[in-house]
């Protein structure tokens, strides 16, 4: 904590323990993610970037690009329906 602040940040690290009482308290509200934790969610998902099987790092690479491509697809509003599978 006391980097986080020696840096100018205002910290938002909580414990998780105390995320949970304060989950059981107030059961509507939601808990604090990092950008990057929901972003290694999403890229967890696609399990070929998750096992890794490519030998070549251009290769690796290209499969990262093509999976964020599909995730921000995704959270794009359409006003059209896509039915893919």
């Known amino acids: 904590m006391r980097i986080i602040e020696g840096h100018g940040y205002i910290p938002h690290v909580v414990d998780r323990s105390k995320e949970a009482d304060a989950k ?3 059961p ?5 993610r990092w950008v990057v934790e ?7 998902r696609f ?13 690796f690479v290209a ?20 039915n893919c599978g």
């Open 47 to 59: 399990r070929k970037l998750l096992v890794r099987f490519e030998k070549l790092e251009r290769s």
């Open 38 to 44: 929901v972003c290694h969610s999403w890229l967890n």
């Open 63 to 82: 499969l990262s690009h093509i999976a964020a491509a599909i995730i921000a697809f995704r959270k794009v509003k359409l006003a059209v329906s896509i």
């Open 24 to 26: 059981r308290r107030d």
């Open 28 to 32: 509507t509200r939601r808990a604090r």
